[in-house]
């Protein structure tokens, strides 16, 4: 039994919005790791906060320092989520504007590729962000010069 033209359309669509499909459960596996990543650095701000009031002189100075960085790197997982949310939802719009496209035979490729394209400056930005989130982490945990240095009797 041959396919309707409608539903030979919707099979067609289908086929076409597979691919940015996968691309949203590629972008769901980057935020679950970045918002795990997040949660990770709120309990990390969380210990420093309370040892940050029991503490006095350069250990005092030292959980200051630390919280700083935490809170910018709070600040830059948060912006690499709301990039990577964004160009999921630039996906979503651009299967969403497949099926309008085709089933509605509206000429709308050309807003396709740039709603696409938009999803990947976003998705860029995002790991850029997160890029630099996880460099800055690096440098939060160093070993202090101090601790490396021999005791002097």
């Known amino acids: 039994m041959p396919f309707s033209p409608i539903l030979h359309t ?18 769901g596996a980057i935020l679950n790791v970045m918002v795990g990543r997040l949660a990770r650095i709120v309990d990390r701000s969380r210990q420093l906060e309370a040892l940050h009031l029991r503490s006095i002189g350069p250990e005092r100075e030292r959980h200051i320092e630390e919280l ?13 989520v709301y990039l990577v949310v964004m160009a999921a939802v630039a996906i979503c719009l651009v ?25 990947m400056l976003l998705l860029t930005g995002g790991l ?9 982490s690096v440098r939060a945990i160093r070993v202090r010069s101090e601790l490396l240095e021999p005791q002097k009797p």
């Open 68 to 80: 700083r960085l935490i809170d910018g790197r709070i600040g830059m997982i948060n912006n690499a």
């Open 10 to 27: 919707v099979a067609e669509t289908i086929q076409a919005a597979l691919a940015p499909v996968f691309l949203l459960a590629g972008l």
């Open 95 to 119: 299967v969403a504007m497949l099926f309008v496209a085709e089933l509605g035979n509206f000429q709308i490729g050309q807003v396709i590729a740039v709603t696409f394209i938009v999803s």
């Open 128 to 136: 850029l962000c997160f890029l630099i989130e996880i460099h800055m």
